[in-house]
């Protein structure tokens, strides 16, 4: 929603209302003391119109601004003594009216202070040159009337515009809002399935027999909580073939971590499935690793993650993952990686 009227008509009718204003200082040509004063009038009104209706942007520019004032306060000066007030108010005395267009427009366009500066040149020069019961008759508080109303209703319009801002940031606000709640949702329900998936067959064995399981099937328990722990913690390593191969690691003997520290859930989904894939083939390779773990690299790295298989012990291995057991010096550590691979982030790489 939009607090506002198309620019081309605001533009349109202005130009309509100053060309007439100019229609008129024609038509008046041969009732004036001097043609030079009020022709030059026409010019600078033509010109300093033309800048403040068609200079682009919503604020006018100070420049403009300023040879709008200029024009709105030279006009009575060098127009006025071309006209004879004997015959009364008329058509001669179009400048008055045309410096409150112009002063309408300088309000619309964001600078109301020279607009006010405007018209109360022309009010205080038009009682000096013709008294001040010149201000109803020759329409100079017609000319104020107008800015008045402009300034209101640009004020009203701004403080409109404000609070359509304010309400669509609060929409969008919402939405967003209810966008997170909406996924928080869904990944719930996602890892509930896929740990009722998992879990429910051992399950209804160990009620099957009542609690009472064999070794295989404890051994066999503990991989289903490792693997339901991956979900939790490792979740973007994670694809079909992932977990199949992590499993069959973990029957093996093995022991196997995943780490999701962040870094991969800005990639495309090709990209995804393309680290998901090598990252099981990699899990194939190191079929006699004792510990293997898979990490993933935050962002700002071209290595998306890390694959690494050690031949030790699980403390041994963990300290040998984290570089605290790699020793240019002792060779026997260097025979203990099995595997140490790192997966690009973008395949070109």
Known sequence: MRVSIPAGVAIGLAALFSLYHLLLAATTLSHVLHVGPVVTCMVLYAAATAMA???PGRTLPMWTACFSLATAVVMPIIAAPAVEL?????YATWWIAAVGTLMVVLVVRGRGPFAWVGVGFVAVHTVAWAGLGALGSLGVLGSVAWVAIATGFSVAMNRATRVTRDFMRAEQETVDW???QDAHV?????RLRQTTRMALPMLERIIATRGELDEADRRESL???QAIRDEIRGRSLLSDDVREEVMRLRRRGA??????DGGLDELEIDELRRIHLRVAEALRQVRDADNVIVRTVSEGSDVAVTVVGLRLDTAASESAALGAGLDDDDGDEDDSVALWLEIPR???A
Request: no cysteine; hydrophobic share 40%; aromatic share 10%.
């Open 186 to 190: 869904f990944e719930r329900q996602f």
């Open 346 to 348: 973008h395949a070109d």
């Open 223 to 225: 991989h289903l909580e």
């Open 53 to 55: 209706l068609f200079v």
């Open 255 to 260: 022991t196997v971590q995943l780490h999701d």
């Open 178 to 180: 209810q966008a997170a």
């Open 86 to 90: 004997r015959s009364g108010p008329g």
